[in-house]
């Protein structure tokens, strides 16, 4: 896999053409010309119709899909990628894979998560999406938000509670197309990460079949959503390296045409910028290899999340102290990576805690 091909498939396809990127039928397009040129199935097996690489293949490729376009298409292939990994491949039955594997490689379907609810987040204790098991397979009722690709999707994997014993709920992952009656599909607009596009879903007795049960009864929030959450924040780790890659180049480009605002200062803040997005992509590299041995790499999120925000504030102030124009590229870069180091923040403080308290206990 060569990351390279990537970011020239990214300036190709993607960059050139954001006046597009709002017509209804982009993504479609999109998805078959990444199908095209073998985009997809990254960490599928080779006997499975992938290209038999890991989660290390994926982090730098997405790294480089947004050195050649941006982070909003990056983040919808990427998630795309880890869906069909993480949830279908690791826990579909060889019908569920024979049935959806291959036509996501192929750029025929595109599947998204559910797991988050309004006003709610993804906590276990708090969510209420439901499935009832009935003779014929299973009648789920309730309303997902923020489902990344939402719009675009064709199949979505659902999360929703099948059993509560002594107020503890088990959860369980569903199979939905699209299609399927009672699945009402809203899009929700952002104004970042654009063109990622986001919707919220409504289950209103949406009753499936058993096999539609994607893994084993009970267990999908421990098997499934941690690990995928996990697996999220170690590849948006190579996105973020990407972001300030092309803030760091946005802004050499800007200050070489103010050859008097080049200082001794100014060069040290250029080499500090250098040595974050260094030091920011071992530690993306190094979580990508953690977790694919299964391996936490929660410290190492933490660790870049701070490196980055600190990187953010000292290069919009060189902007701001030098007086130097801000160009459309960099203020989109600034309010993405703002949006991508937002996610699962609540998560990683939480886990930030408790890695202080098992210290300190």
């Known amino acids: ?73 990056a983040l919808s292939w990427i998630i795309q990628e880890l869906i069909t990994t993480c949830c279908l491949f690791e826990f579909g039955s060889e019908n569920q894979k024979k049935q959806y594997i291959q036509k996501i490689i192929n750029g025929q379907v595109c599947v998204s998560f559910a797991v988050s609810e309004p006003k709610i987040g993804s906590h276990p204790k708090y969510l209420t999406t439901h499935a009832i098991q009935t003779n014929n397979g299973f009648i789920l009722q309730g309303e997902k938000s923020f489902v990344t690709n939402g719009p675009l999707s064709d199949l979505f994997i659902v999360i929703a509670v099948t059993e509560k014993i002594d107020h503890r709920q088990y959860f369980s992952a569903f199979l939905i197309p699209r299609d399927t009656p009672g699945l009402i599909v809203t ?51 190579g996105l973020v390296v990407g972001g300030l890659k092309r ?22 803040e250029v080499g500090f910028f250098h040595a974050v997005i260094e030091s920011s992509n071992i530690l993306a590299v190094d979580a990508a290899k953690r977790v694919s041995k299964k391996i ?52 990683l403080d939480i886990q930030q805690e408790k890695i202080g308290r098992d210290l300190c206990s």
């Open 247 to 268: 803030q760091l180049n946005d802004f050499i480009q800007v200050l070489t045409k103010q050859k008097n605002s080049i200082t001794n200062d100014i060069l040290k």
């Open 296 to 347: 936490s790499c929660t410290p190492l999120s933490i660790m870049l999340k701070h490196m980055a925000t600190e990187y953010q504030d000292r290069i919009k102030n060189c902007y701001s102290d030098l007086q130097l124009p801000t160009s459309s590229l960099f203020q989109t870069l600034c309010n993405d990576l703002k949006s991508l180091l937002f996610i699962a923040q609540t998560v």
């Open 187 to 237: 899009p929700i607009h952002f104004n970042y990460l654009i063109p990622c596009q986001h919707a919220s879903i409504q289950l209103h007795n949406v009753s499936i079949p058993s096999d539609h049960c994607l893994g084993e009864l009970g267990n999908a929030y421990e098997k499934m959503v941690i690990p995928f959450r996990d697996i999220e924040n170690a590849l948006l780790m």
């Open 1 to 73: 896999m060569n990351p390279d091909h990537f970011e020239s498939f990214a300036k190709k396809y993607i960059s050139m053409t954001p006046s597009h990127w709002s017509e209804p039928h982009f993504y479609k397009t999109l998805w078959q010309q990444m199908a095209q040129h073998h985009l997809f199935g990254l960490a599928i097996p080779k006997n499975n119709g992938g290209q038999g690489g890991d989660w290390s293949d994926i982090s730098k490729a997405g790294q480089h899909i947004v050195l050649g376009s941006n982070i909003g298409i």
